[in-house]
């Protein structure tokens, strides 16, 4: 069986098609590209590039219900200023869409990722009674998912000694 390499996949290939100078960035997008899809479950990534800034960006959807975002995926050692994040807020957009924000995708040498959400303007809080049932669904997700884990594995077990009940009294009939 022959190894699958990062370099055969076709949106690396796409993103490498882009006329983007910076390697490392395009190679960036791509690993925050498949984190999104691959650990963080985004909807409808796509790559997108900026002639302006000469750079890749992604866009996708967080959840099913969630509006597309844009995420700027840059290098840990990319050096940021206030100027730098007004002119990226400015150019890099799709077309056709209009968003309040970003997330900028920093990636370190050993490929962690921090997603570090940017706003144009204050953004208004959410309700109190939003944040703490936020709060509440957060908490009970684990439990809850603990809870589904538990109920299947006592049913497994549960069929496993009724099929072997079932086959010792099918044996002492022979």
Known sequence: MTAVRYTDHPV????????????LQSHIAFMVYMQLCEDKSWWNV??????EESTVF??????????????LPISVDTKIS?????????KIKLPDYE??????????????????KLTDGLVPPEHPDLTEWKKY???????????HV??????????????SLQDECESEHK
């Open 46 to 51: 796509s790559t997108h590039y900026c002639e």
């Open 150 to 163: 538990t109920e299947q594995t006592s049913l497994y077990i549960h069929n496993i000694k009724q099929q």
């Open 58 to 71: 992604l866009s996708g959807h967080a959840s099913k219900s969630k509006p597309r975002e844009i995420i």
């Open 137 to 147: 669904r957060h908490e009970e997700t684990p439990d809850l998912r603990r809870h």
């Open 99 to 116: 968003t309040r924000g970003m997330i900028l995708a920093i990636s370190g040498n050993d490929s962690s990722t921090v997603f570090y």
């Open 82 to 90: 206030q100027a730098i994040i007004t002119k990226w807020m400015e």
């Open 12 to 23: 690396y290939k796409d993103i490498l098609d882009y006329e983007s100078t910076d390697k």
